[in-house]
C-alpha cells in the first residue's frame, strides 16, 4: 500500500479552514462574530504543522504566502529543503522540527533569525552561514557527530 502525502496547496487550505474555525471560536467567547475569509497569502504566521496526512515536499505553492514571517512545518515527512524561500523575503522564524531533513541547503533567506531544526537527520551544519541575521538555531536530537562540527558554525 503506498503511502499517502498531503501538497502545500492542500494543507494550505486545511490550515485555513482549520484557522478560520478557531478565529470564529474564539471571537464567540467574546461575544463576538468573526467572518472575514482566511487568506493563508496574506498572513504573516502560517503553521502547516502535523498535517495528516503529513507533508512531504516543500513546493512553489509556499512561495505564495508572501507576507509570511513565520513558517511552520514541523512533524511532517519532509526530507528536502526547497528552493525558493529566499523569495520569501518577510521570513523571520522557520520551523522544520521533526521531519527527515538530511541537509541544510536552500537557506538563502537573508532576513532569517530563528531556524528551528530539531529531531531530523542532519550531519553538517554547512550552509548557516548564509544565515547572516540568525540569532536562534534549534538543532538538537540530529545525526551531527563531533562538537567540532558545532564550532565551526559559532
Do not use: F, Q
Not at 513558517?71 to 521533526?98: A, F, V, W, Y
Not at 553538517?124 to 565551526?152: A, F, H, P, Q, W
Request: charge should be neutral; charged fraction near 35%.
Amino acid at each position: 500500500m503506498a503511502k499517502e502525502y498531503m501538497s502545500v496547496k492542500d494543507a494550505i487550505k486545511t490550515w485555513e479552514a482549520e484557522e478560520l474555525a478557531r478565529r470564529k471560536a474564539e471571537y464567540e467567547k467574546k461575544g463576538e462574530t468573526y467572518d472575514e475569509p482566511i487568506k493563508a497569502t496574506e498572513e504573516e504566521v502560517v503553521r502547516l504543522i502535523g498535517m495528516m496526512p503529513p507533508i512531504n515536499k516543500m513546493d512553489k505553492e509556499l512561495l505564495t504566502l508572501k507576507n509570511v514571517k513565520h513558517l511552520g512545518l514541523s512533524t511532517n515527512c519532509i526530507d528536502k529543503i526547497g528552493p525558493g524561500l529566499k523569495d520569501l523575503e518577510h521570513l523571520e522564524c522557520l520551523s522544520l522540527g521533526r521531519n527527515l531533513i538530511k541537509k541544510l541547503e536552500n537557506l538563502d533567506l537573508p532576513n532569517l533569525k530563528e531556524l528551528w531544526i530539531s529531531y531530523n537527520k542532519i550531519e553538517k551544519l554547512s550552509g548557516l552561514d548564509k544565515l547572516k541575521k540568525l540569532t536562534t538555531l534549534y538543532i538538537s536530537n540530529n545525526m551531527v557527530s563531533s562538537c567540532s562540527e558545532v564550532e565551526r558554525h559559532l
